[in-house]
């Protein structure tokens, strides 16, 4: 198990503080979606960086290493909100091979870049695709446990 690390006990996380944690994300009242546990070490990200949607980033402030939160975000704060806008209409015939209900498909959007979509429903006419995140709409659970925080500026400072 990794210990617990702050020379300063009273350093705390703040925008650009470097954090080094475990974490789990779940449906609220539901499954577990990812957690970081099963790593021997704990993940090492910046505050403010965008490896964490800002919601997940939020939970953190104040926090110091040691520090265990469990935080339950809606969904504008973790996944945003269902949008029925994203469900689009496709032509069946156009798809290489005939779609099957629940199964992710990769497109390709004007950028050339890659979108994913769930087929939703498969018609002889229709298809919809729903290019939602997967989590999106849903309230989500965020627990915490930190485990060192060094402040900004300070991430490549070595103390002999």
């Known amino acids: 198990m990794t210990d617990f690390i702050n020379p300063n006990e009273e350093t705390r996380v ?26 021997e070490e704990p993940v090492s990200l ?3 960086d965008g490896n964490l949607l800002p919601g997940f980033e939020k939970a953190l402030f104040g926090l110091r290493a040691g520090d265990r939160r469990t ?18 209409k496709f032509d069946t015939i156009k798809f290489e091979q005939r779609p099957i209900v629940g199964h992710m498909i990769e497109f390709e959007d004007k950028a050339k870049s890659s979108l994913y979509g769930v087929v939703k429903t498969v018609g002889d006419d229709i ?7 997967p989590l999106a709409g849903k309230n989500i659970t965020f627990e915490v446990e930190i485990f060192k925080v060094t402040p900004a500026g300070q991430q490549g400072i070595k103390i002999m």
């Not at 650009?16 to 790593?39: Q, W």
């Not at 298809?127 to 995140?133: I, L, M, S």
């Open 14 to 39: 703040a925008e650009g503080a470097k954090v080094e944690l475990h974490f789990s994300v779940a449906i609220e009242n539901g499954p577990e979606i990812d957690n970081t546990r099963s790593r």
């Open 127 to 133: 298809t919809e695709v729903d290019f939602n995140h």
């Open 71 to 88: 935080v339950s975000l809606l969904p504008e704060d973790a996944f945003g909100p269902w949008n029925p806008e994203n469900v689009q």
């Open 46 to 48: 910046v505050v403010g």
